[in-house]
């Protein structure tokens, strides 16, 4: 369902010192830096599967989604989605998947979210009766009917990540991007969004990729995790080996005292050292 091969992105940033002197001779002669943000990454995801893709701050992870989605173009590497290759089959292409940033929003700040919903559904040309019959599932799931009326710009964080998840959903994707979906989300907004997750896998059937920096999240959702630190794929595989991989008599904590049971944030962490990429 999903290919990537090989793919390579590097962003020019401008150099500047600070200083009136700099900033004036910026404007006659600037300087780049080239940073490396994907290098070579490859890896196939099949139909059904929710992999958990993470790394530290800076990592990458960010990056792939949005050549995942078509809003970046990589410098190298192919990609295929379905038959389709993002950044070029774009208009047909997004009509198959859904995206969260959890950073950003895809509402429109100041109108009702049901008027945002309405607005992509004809963005999207979703039937109405697909339309209606997504609406009322998502509403109830979600637990959107007392929020759905009010203007985005006057919902808290929790309440703002439903709509948002709800409106990724609202065209039936069989892909989903999860960019961080429940950052600074309260302990019942995070497991009710682990909630509907593990639910629209398993009676609809999405593949959903993940990122997160919570690893309860890639706990209760992912069986696959994909690892990647400063631009490259370091781990693709099942968490359970990574668990017996990392088993207590293996870590022993910078004190020198061993660690009886190490949660899924100690292994990342000693994943992260073994990898050197913190
Ligand atoms: N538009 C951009 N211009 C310049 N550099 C960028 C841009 N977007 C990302 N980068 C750089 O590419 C690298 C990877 O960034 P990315 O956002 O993909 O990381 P991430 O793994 O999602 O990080 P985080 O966990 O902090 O969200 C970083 O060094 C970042 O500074």
Redesign the pocket.
């Known amino acids: 369902m999903i290919t990537v091969s090989g793919i390579s992105k590097s962003?020019k940033?401008a150099k500047r010192s600070s200083g009136v002197r700099s900033a004036v001779k910026s404007l006659f002669r600037r300087e780049y830096t080239e940073?490396a943000?994907l290098n070579e990454i490859s890896f196939h995801i099949a139909p059904g599967e929710i992999v958990g893709y993470i790394?530290p701050?800076?990592?990458?992870?960010?990056?792939t989604i949005k050549v995942m989605s078509g809003i970046l173009v990589p410098d190298r590497g192919t990609c295929t989605i379905m038959g389709y290759t993002p950044w070029l089959d774009r208009v047909a292409y997004v009509k198959n998947i859904g995206v969260v940033f959890g950073q950003r929003s895809q509402l429109w700040w100041d109108v009702p979210v049901i008027d945002s919903f309405e607005l992509l559904r004809d963005i999207y040309g979703v039937q109405e009766n697909e339309y209606k019959s997504n609406l009322k599932l998502l509403v109830e799931t979600l637990d959107l009917k007392d929020i759905i009326h009010t203007p985005v710009r006057q919902l808290s964080l929790g309440q703002r990540m439903r709509c948002e998840i709800a409106a990724s959903l609202l065209h039936s994707p069989s892909i989903l991007f999860l960019d961080e979906p429940t950052i600074g989300l309260d302990a019942i907004s995070k497991l009710a969004v682990r909630q509907f997750i593990t639910t629209i896998n398993k009676e609809k059937g999405v593949t959903i990729i993940l990122?997160t920096?919570d690893m309860n999240d890639i706990e209760a959702l992912a069986q696959r995790i994909i690892l990647i630190g400063k631009g490259s794929l370091l781990y693709d595989g099942n968490l359970n080996t990574l668990r017996e991989r990392f088993a207590p008599s293996n870590l022993v904590t910078e004190a020198g005292s061993s660690i009886n049971a190490p949660s899924i944030d100690d292994i990342i962490v000693q994943m992260y050292k073994e990898y050197q990429i913190t």
């Open positions: 962003f940033v940073v943000a790394g701050n800076g990592a990458g992870k960010s990056t990122t920096h």
